[in-house]
């Protein structure tokens, strides 16, 4: 058994102890906080923050920063204005960051632990290139059934795992065949976004990452796998998202807000594997990142667009690519347009049969 870390929905949590973020301190206890540390030069706090920063770009050092943004309300509005996006550094600071794109040019490595036991998966963000890293907790979901649906809720807690939570940041709902699925947010993902008006996609708390933001559920994507009356061949998958670019992100001062217009729709299918004949079973190449065969592995590229930016529409790209590594260890890796909990959610589609696809 492994040892789950959790980003928890008000603190991030690394080693034995805890470090507050934003959302944990109330509101009389932070205004005494400020009047001990908001006093500080912002020349002498500008110089301080660029050099704690510096000294921990990537976890577990990282969490030295994550203590600095908690200690008041005015070092936590320096560090936010100092700290570059997933698509720049290729990791993740603060929980808001898990739905931002990752990078362009490079994905970012990470990898899922599934507990069969609870029907529990947990994310973390690869810290090296071994199989055996610990990584860095990111995210946990669980698979419920909903009458003769299937659904799964996404917690920044991996030991909360309820709708009804302040970690919820959305969830995965199924058909009954499992080959449709929906990906909601909790939060609008642009002004005027409605909120679903199915009885399951009612109003929960989620103020992890923005509490001004009404909490809700959102449709974000869809994923649907083709049906395979022959039985012949891997599976096919076809999935729509809203996808922010990355461009509008960092103009964003407060990503933690919905964005100001509808981001646009991109369209992904899975690559197709070829038949290798000595082998005799179809193949990609995952370059080194899946070891053990299985009708779950993955690669998603974007289907061609004119219309896109160079590298969205091109058919070569691998944007999302997920595969088995052991009983129950599977690779992640993704890139722009996609997010953190975008891909997760997509990853988690794989898990389970489909009747009638395989």
């Known amino acids: 058994m492994f040892r789950r870390r959790g980003i928890r929905s008000e603190e991030i949590e690394e080693g034995e102890g805890k470090v507050g973020t934003a959302e944990e301190t109330g509101e009389g206890e932070e205004e005494g906080e400020e009047g001990r540390w908001g006093r500080m030069l912002p020349e002498l706090l500008g110089e301080i923050v660029r050099r704690v920063e510096a000294g921990g770009e990537r976890w577990p050092q990282r969490k030295d920063f994550v203590a600095f943004a908690g200690a008041c309300r005015r070092w936590r509005e320096a560090a936010r204005a100092i700290v570059r996006p997933p698509c720049e550094t290729g990791s993740f600071t603060f929980p808001a960051s898990i739905k931002e794109p990752g990078p362009r040019d490079s994905p970012i490595q990470c990898f899922i632990r599934r507990n069969k036991n609870n029907s529990t998966f947990y994310l973390y963000l690869g810290l090296t290139e071994s199989?055996?890293?610990?990584?860095?907790?990111l995210l946990a979901a669980r698979r419920f059934k909903h009458g003769a649906h299937a659904q799964y809720i996404i917690s920044l807690d991996a030991d909360d795992l309820s709708q009804g939570s302040n970690a919820y940041i959305g969830k995965l709902r199924s058909n009954f065949f499992g080959t449709k699925f929906k990906i909601y947010d909790s939060r609008p993902p642009y002004n005027g976004a409605k909120v679903s008006s199915s009885r399951a996609s009612r109003r929960v708390a989620s103020k992890q990452i923005s509490p001004q933001v009404p909490a809700g559920n959102f449709i974000i994507g869809q994923v649907s796998y083709?049906?395979?009356?022959?039985k012949r061949g891997p599976r096919r998958m076809h999935c729509?998202?809203?996808?922010?670019?990355?461009?509008?992100?960092?103009?964003?001062?407060?990503?933690?807000?919905?964005?100001?217009?509808?981001?646009?729709?991109t369209v992904l299918r899975n690559k197709a594997p070829r038949w290798h004949e000595h082998l005799q079973c179809w193949c990609l190449n995952f370059h080194g990142r899946?070891?053990?065969?299985?009708?779950?592995?993955?690669?998603?590229?974007?289907t061609a667009d004119a219309s896109r930016p160079s590298g969205v529409g091109d058919e070569e790209t691998v944007l999302l690519q997920f595969g088995k590594v052991g009983d129950d260890m599977f690779t992640m890796d993704f890139r722009q347009p996609l997010s953190a909990f975008q891909a997760f959610a997509i990853c988690l589609t794989s898990f389970g049969t489909k009747f009638a696809c395989e």
């Open 131 to 137: 199989f055996t890293d610990k990584g860095k907790f």
């Open 226 to 230: 083709k049906f395979n009356l022959l």
């Open 240 to 265: 729509t998202l809203q996808c922010p670019s990355a461009a509008q992100d960092t103009a964003e001062e407060d990503s933690s807000k919905p964005k100001a217009h509808n981001p646009g729709v």
């Open 290 to 302: 899946v070891t053990v065969a299985s009708v779950k592995n993955f690669q998603l590229v974007a």
